[in-house]
T-cell receptor, first 114, second 110 residues
Framework: DGGITQSPKYLFRKEGQNVTLSCEQNLNHDAMYWYRQDPGQGLRLIYYSQIVNDFQKGDIAEGYSVSREKKESFPLTVTSAQKNPTAFYLC?????????????FGQGTRLTVV | GQQVMQIPQYQHVQEGEDFTTYCNSSTTLSNIQWYKQRPGGHPVFLIQLVKSGEVKKQKRLTFQFGEAKKNSSLHITATQTTDVGTYFCAGNQGAQKLVFGQGTRLTINP
């Protein structure tokens, strides 16, 4: 059953702690993305990756880090430098060929700082 | 950097009324996509437009891509309660960087 999986669904973090959000896809997609969504807001791009071992900053990369060691995996670490991390985090993937770039989203991780 | 602006931010209609959301980019886009996010859910792809002036229809939904490939619109005819959600446009400038608009949240009075 192909798809994109994010875990955990809910995550609670104490202030000052780093936390890593998982994103795995078995769609054989080259591109992967991380977005942040705040209540009633749109999707803001954090990081994206087009190929293994390479990634680019999006519009709000400060306080976040990523890695792309495998094609299937694109974990996001929310560091203590991110001052307002409480949000809904969405991971997505898409193909890179023929100009068609439909993005498939995971179910999201809701992160709360306590 | 590339910016995608979407209006209105909110729209409330009576069931059966039409609905339109507009999307504008600061740069020329190679394509534009539309997504729908139901309350509590994740965005789901609706359609992609690639050609200048392109118009596509999906039942009651009509999507347009501007001649300059900088703007787009989504029009829903005779809304139904199942249309409730937030509609996002997303622009691709060719670098595989998918930038989303702020979304238009549609609520419907039955």
């Amino acid at each position: 059953d192909g798809g994109i999986t994010q875990s955990p669904k809910y995550l609670f973090r104490k202030e000052g702690q780093n936390v890593t959000l998982s994103c795995e896809q078995n769609l054989n997609h080259d591109a992967m993305y991380w977005y942040r969504q705040d209540p009633g807001q749109g999707l803001r791009l954090i990081y994206y990756s087009q190929i293994v071992n390479d990634f680019q900053k999006g519009d709000i990369a400060e306080g976040y880090s990523v890695s792309r060691e495998k094609k299937e995996s694109f974990p996001l670490t929310v560091t203590s430098a991110q001052k307002n991390p409480t949000a809904f985090y969405l991971c997505a993937s898409s193909i890179i060929q023929g100009g068609f770039t439909e993005a498939f989203f995971g179910q999201g991780t809701r992160l709360t700082v306590v | 950097g590339q910016q995608v602006m979407q209006i209105p931010q909110y729209q409330h209609v009576q069931e059966g009324e039409d609905f339109t959301t507009y999307c504008n980019s600061s740069t020329t886009l190679s394509n534009i996509q539309w997504y729908k996010q139901r309350p509590g859910g994740h965005p789901v792809f609706l359609i992609q437009l690639v050609k200048s002036g392109e118009v596509k229809k999906q039942k009651r939904l009509t999507f347009q891509f501007g001649e300059a490939k900088k703007n787009s619109s989504l029009h829903i005819t005779a809304t139904q309660t199942t249309d409730v959600g937030t509609y996002f446009c997303a622009g691709n400038q060719g670098a595989q960087k998918l930038v989303f608009g702020q979304g238009t949240r549609l609520t419907i009075n039955p």
